[in-house]
């Protein structure tokens, strides 16, 4: 059966209109902008097929052959080969080995200078700048991204074990502190739908978990606790203790964690000095999004 496109449970942030009543359509704003439709003479049809096959690409669904991009689409054979081939010569897919295509480096890039420019981001960073002056240490907020968590802001302010880590950088979900903090959060059906055998990641550290099973436990502990901790899991010689964003409703929309070496924090010291710290940025973080309805998707 070819594989057909699910919705995805994007990890993009907007900014929430003041008022829960919907825009009105002939506002000033929207005028200026009419529907592609209004405008046909302005819609380029080949640009609008490659962005329609680009966008099927998600956490369900992260490769594609070519032939399943056409039961999907109902294009035709040569015209989806055509817009793949050209989004590959311009770096917005890697064809694999096995044959599916990916998204490609251009598309990252697109997506990191995205995340930058986000009012989400804008807000929680000065706060993060000053839990990272106040420690010493690493401070990173990702969001959930499928069964892995996405780097939004990284400042590093120390030599940790994953050094290449950078805003737009994926990890195991599962292996992570915030990973873990936010998969505690989810619902159990959710978590069984993001979470297999593949998330699970053999290049990890001595402590990781191997199986969802394994976990479950750890998560509802997490949950009640508000706070997550990650003990040579990732990699060996880093540890991090995790805490989480809300927004006005409540919803945790992503965490902070502070990331440390193992040498120089036993797992005592940081919940006794680092734990605090991270709760107390986020409840600020959490704050300052009720009072400007900001939220992620």
Not at 7 to 36: C, F, H
Not at 198 to 214: C, D, H, I, M, T
Request: charged letters at 20%; glycine letters at 8%; a neutral charge.
């Amino acid at each position: 059966m070819p594989r057909r496109p699910a919705g995805s449970s994007s990890a993009a942030l907007r900014r929430v209109p003041p008022s829960a009543e919907a825009e009105p359509a002939d506002r000033a704003g929207s005028a200026a902008r009419p529907e592609p439709q209004e405008r046909p003479g302005y819609r380029v049809e080949a640009l609008a097929k490659g962005l329609r096959i680009l966008s099927l690409f998600d956490e369900q669904h992260p490769s594609w052959r070519v032939s399943d991009l056409v039961a999907a689409t109902r294009l035709p054979m040569p015209t989806v080969y055509r817009v793949v081939m050209t989004l590959a010569s311009e770096g917005y897919l890697d064809h694999l080995p096995s044959g599916d295509y990916r998204p490609g480096v251009r598309t990252l890039t697109l997506g990191t200078a995205a995340l930058r420019s986000l009012d989400f981001v804008s807000i929680a960073t000065p706060k993060l700048r000053e839990l990272g002056e106040r420690t010493g240490e690493t401070v990173n907020l990702a969001v959930l991204n499928g069964d892995r968590v996405l780097y939004l802001v990284r400042l590093r302010n120390s030599d940790l074990v994953t050094a290449n880590i950078q805003v737009g950088s994926t990890l195991p979900a599962v292996h992570t502190s915030i990973g873990k903090l936010l998969l505690a959060h989810l619902s159990e059906a959710d978590r069984a739908a993001r979470i297999t055998d593949a998330s699970f990641s053999a290049n990890s550290g001595p402590n990781a978990k191997v199986s969802l099973a394994e976990l479950r436990g750890e998560l509802a502990a997490i949950r009640d606790q508000g706070w997550a901790m990650q003990d040579e899991e990732l990699a060996y010689g880093l540890r991090s203790v995790a805490a989480p964003i809300t927004g006005p409703d409540g919803r945790v929309l992503a965490g902070v964690n502070l990331a440390v070496q193992a040498r120089d924090w036993s797992t005592q010291r940081m919940i006794r000095e680092l734990k605090p710290a991270v709760l107390a940025t986020c409840a600020e973080i959490s704050a300052l999004l009720s009072d400007t309805n900001v939220g992620v998707l």
